[in-house]
């Protein structure tokens, strides 16, 4: 059903649902849009709506053939929308859940594009804070590049960031502001977040080259490197953990990964010198496959499980983890969320439970679900062989004592006679 949004754009149909709204095919003065009609609840507070006012310039003003240009605003009674332009394709998440992984090229090719959107924000003062598969749109309209990718076009800059904001209230003089107690919230997606971000730090251009670094590593190896289990575990895991190395890359590639994924963000490349790497190492990619890589399993959330149960059936691989146990994927894989920043005891601590130490042959990984109910077994096996053991050790005692025999004579029939 046909909704009229604002005097100028007409919603036909829905393209998809999120976090923060609902995304429809549109139609304005110029041809077809895409509508981003955010939540009544969102366009219903005042404060959000200011800042977006105030951010018009700055998210109209983003102008690259890899951003998804804002065209226009709408503010109109319950109705607070985007206008974006609309771009005929899928998400980059779309694509991986279909081909798990994809070859280093056509990856790489991806991520460069990505890069040179990032380069044009960052240039005008935009920090995205939110770069994931979700928020990269890949047009099969456009032409085909470097390992048959198509066009990749980086969307949703700054609404993460606008209404994640932190409250200002009023205070004093009319007209006069100050700022609300210092926010303690973490504004992303935890799988993609850079250090700095989880000790609450302000985020910086160098926190999307972070998140871009990880999408780089998840089109490649099929999962990220630091995901999997309770967000607080991720989290943490950027603080605390070195990235896993990735076999059948070239070295190159591998430094430039390990140099984006850096925990200080001085050590990371700006994005204009990423693209540029990228772009220079796609000839040693050509005709690669995609990497044959072990999956890590999803560590189990519970440490100890009460009543371990060993299967052999499928693991759920590891995913992007919601950081509300149990909620649904939304459809149009736009979310963003915040959480409480840790406290340093939280963040302290080794890696148990974390799904990226090696399997050895022939077993199961470290710290999984799998692991710890085989340990949790063995376990059982012996304290059981040790009762066992206990048990027949008393019994013997028990029927010593019982007996009342003497001990036996001492056996003196080598001994020398004592001399009279």
Request: charged share 25%; with cysteine.
């Amino acid at each position: 059903m046909a909704r009229k949004i604002g005097s100028r754009y007409t919603a036909h149909q829905i393209l998809g649902r999120g976090s923060a709204g609902t995304v429809w095919l549109g139609e304005g003065p110029d041809g077809p849009v895409a509508v981003k009609l955010l939540r009544e609840d969102l366009a219903s507070d005042q404060e959000l709506v200011g800042r977006f006012v105030q951010e018009r310039s700055a998210l109209l003003g983003l102008d690259h053939p890899h951003i998804v240009s804002v065209r226009d605003l709408v503010v109109d009674g319950n109705d607070l929308a985007l206008v974006m332009d609309l771009v005929r394709g899928t998400d980059l998440r779309t694509r991986l859940d279909r081909e798990r992984r994809l070859a280093p090229e056509a990856a790489v090719a991806i991520v460069a594009d990505v890069a040179d959107a990032l380069a044009a924000a960052h240039a005008a003062g935009v920090v995205h804070r939110d770069v994931k598969p979700e928020n990269v749109l890949l047009d099969m309209q456009g032409p085909l590049g470097p390992g048959g990718s198509h066009p990749a076009l980086l969307t949703d800059f700054g609404v993460a960031k606008l209404i994640d904001s932190p409250r200002r209230a009023a205070s004093g003089a009319p007209g006069t502001t100050r700022a609300s107690a210092p926010t303690t919230r973490i504004i992303g997606t935890p799988d993609y977040l850079a250090p700095e971000i989880v000790e609450g730090l302000p985020p910086r251009a160098a926190v999307d080259i972070y998140a871009l670094a990880t999408v780089l590593y998840e089109l490649l190896a099929g999962f990220t490197p630091f995901g999997g289990g309770h967000p607080g575990a991720v989290l943490r895991r950027h603080v605390t953990e070195t990235v896993v190395p990735l076999p059948g890359i070239p070295d190159e590639l591998w430094q430039l990964i390990v140099q984006c994924l850096a925990k200080a963000p001085a050590s990371r490349l700006r994005a204009s010198e990423l693209s540029l790497r990228l772009r220079d190492l796609l000839p040693l990619l050509a005709g690669m496959p995609p990497l044959d890589v072990d999956e890590p399993y999803e560590p189990d959330p519970d440490p100890e499980p009460a009543e371990p149960v060993e299967t052999d059936g499928p693991v759920r691989r590891r995913g992007v983890v919601p950081l509300v146990p149990g909620s649904a994927t939304d459809s149009n894989r736009d979310t963003h969320t915040s959480m409480r920043v840790p406290g340093p005891d939280e963040l302290a601590g080794g890696a148990l439970g974390t799904a990226r130490v090696p399997r050895p042959a022939g077993g199961h990984r470290p710290g999984s679900a799998r692991h710890r109910a085989e340990t949790a077994r063995k376990r059982r096996l012996a304290l059981t062989a040790g009762a066992v053991a206990l048990a027949a050790a008393l019994g013997v005692g028990t029927w010593l004592a019982a007996s009342g025999d003497e001990p036996p004579p001492q056996d003196t029939k080598h001994s020398t006679p004592a001399r009279p």
